[in-house]
């Protein structure tokens, strides 16, 4: 089994607590101390300096991409088996959208009767997930009378964490500790501490944490008994509720008054799948989210994810997710949708850390490095990536919200997130940095 964590004890027994420096080995994931990044291709045009009422430079789908299709654009597609080897499709699997709920039973009862298995289906977007041969599938939508959007389903994880570039010396990298919410300007003596706002966490499930003792959380299991319960990733989530919505001194949270609303969509080592992550995406926008936090990311966007995303921005919430850690030139999706707030990381002296993704669609930059978080068995973590500065952003916009901006819509935020952010990088809005890094105005505001 690959060990992802070489774990060296910092200090022990305050408050029973236990502080850990990860230092995980190439592998996969955001308890560490380094992570990979990734990046699209260059081209964001430089705008006017952060701070001074920028909007949000358009996202784009990428070269030879096509512009997401509507709910009432659904068509019958061509080339069933043209994603089949696409970097995270899942093999044998499937996602069906219909036009209309009699289509998509009738698809259901014509794919029962030839063997294909219906894995889950989200009734909202009118899409099923099944699983089968391509032979199963063709015969099974070759009796479909209306139209029918098809695409493959991919996995999603917790970013990865490549080695360091051989040229980068890590050890000039500054980590925050304890200091990542003060250092975006969380002031605990101000009032609206998130206070009134959910923040939905996508990840791999939130287990009890003494800096979450007085924390607020409902609870979505999209995943069952079947899925991993111990693996590399299982703190993951434990680490982005705490980074939002914490309150021990050692691991503050941005936002330690806001409710969470904690639904897995990824197993014990972090990995799940897109249509799960739809799925996840509405139940959050159901339940009232205002802000969903995406810690997570991969390289397929199919449709149902596109609506998904539409969905809950119509229902007012806004999502924010990671930009990845590949160290290259292009976002993760989600984070690459135009309607996502795409996060990268940065250390304590506001550098670019080398794993964090950069492109045209990096909208912000917050603490990636090093920052104190929960963990599994009561532990705390010095966590790094664009994980936690997601976790961080989602904080930061709950704060604003709780302060009387709730009459924002999801584009609203994401502007005004914007709007509060200081330029870092090259002048203007550029592709490392995005529009720079956003700090709470002091109270009162």
């Known amino acids: 089994m690959r060990r992802l964590f070489e774990v060296m004890i910092l200090s022990v027994a305050l408050l029973g607590l236990v502080l850990f420096f990860l230092t995980p080995p190439p592998g996969r994931q955001d308890g560490s101390a380094l992570r ?65 709920q009699a289509d998509l039973e009738a698809f259901l009862a014509r794919a029962a009767a030839l063997g294909l298995v219906a894995v889950d289906r989200l009734d909202g977007l009118l899409a099923v997930r099944v699983r089968g041969s391509r032979a199963q599938l063709e015969a099974a939508l070759a009796g479909s009378t209306g139209p029918f959007e098809l695409a493959g389903n991919f996995r999603i994880s917790a970013p990865d964490r490549p080695p360091p570039p051989p040229d980068v010396d890590v050890d000039s990298l500054q980590p925050f500790g304890d200091t990542a919410p003060e250092w975006l300007g969380a002031d605990p003596a101000c009032p609206g501490q998130g206070s009134g706002v959910t923040v939905a966490v996508l990840d791999t499930g939130i287990r009890p944490h003494p800096t979450l003792a007085s924390a607020r959380i409902r609870s979505l299991d999209l995943l069952g008994d079947q899925a991993a319960a111990a693996g590399d990733y299982a703190g993951h989530g434990s680490a982005i509720a705490s980074l939002i919505a914490g309150s021990h001194p050692l691991a503050p949270g941005m936002a330690p008054q806001a409710e969470i609303l904690d639904i897995r969509v990824l197993d014990a080592n972090g990995v799940g799948d897109v249509f799960t992550l739809a799925k996840g995406i509405t139940a959050a926008a159901d339940a009232g989210a205002q802000i969903i936090n995406l ?65 045209q669609d990096l909208d912000l930059v917050a603490p990636g490095f090093g920052v104190n978080a929960a963990w ?66 002091p109270c009162p505001w």
């Open 295 to 359: 810690s997570l990311g991969g390289y397929g966007y199919p449709p149902v994810l596109q609506e998904a995303i539409r969905y809950a921005s119509a229902q007012g919430a806004l999502v924010v997710a990671a930009a990845g850690n590949d160290g290259g030139s292009a976002v993760l999706y989600p984070a690459r949708s135009p309607e996502v707030v795409a996060v990268g990381a940065v250390d304590a002296k506001g550098a670019h850390v080398p794993y964090s993704n950069q492109g």
């Open 36 to 100: 990979g990044d990734r990046s699209r291709p260059a081209g964001g045009g430089a705008g006017s300096a952060a701070g001074t009422g920028e909007e949000r430079p358009e996202k784009g789908l990428g070269p030879g991409e096509d512009a997401p299709p509507t709910a009432h654009r659904i068509q019958q597609r061509a080339g069933i088996g043209r994603e089949e080897r696409a970097p995270g499709r899942i093999p044998g699997e499937w996602i069906v959208r219909f036009a209309s």
């Open 376 to 441: 599994v068995e009561d532990q705390l973590v010095l966590f790094s990536g664009t994980s936690a500065a997601t976790a961080l952003v989602s904080g930061l916009a709950a704060v604003l919200l709780s302060r009387g901006q709730t009459d924002l819509t999801p584009e609203g935020l994401a502007d005004l997130l914007v709007e509060i952010s200081r330029d870092a990088g090259e002048p203007g809005r550029d592709d490392r940095f995005g529009a720079g890094i956003p700090a709470l105005p």
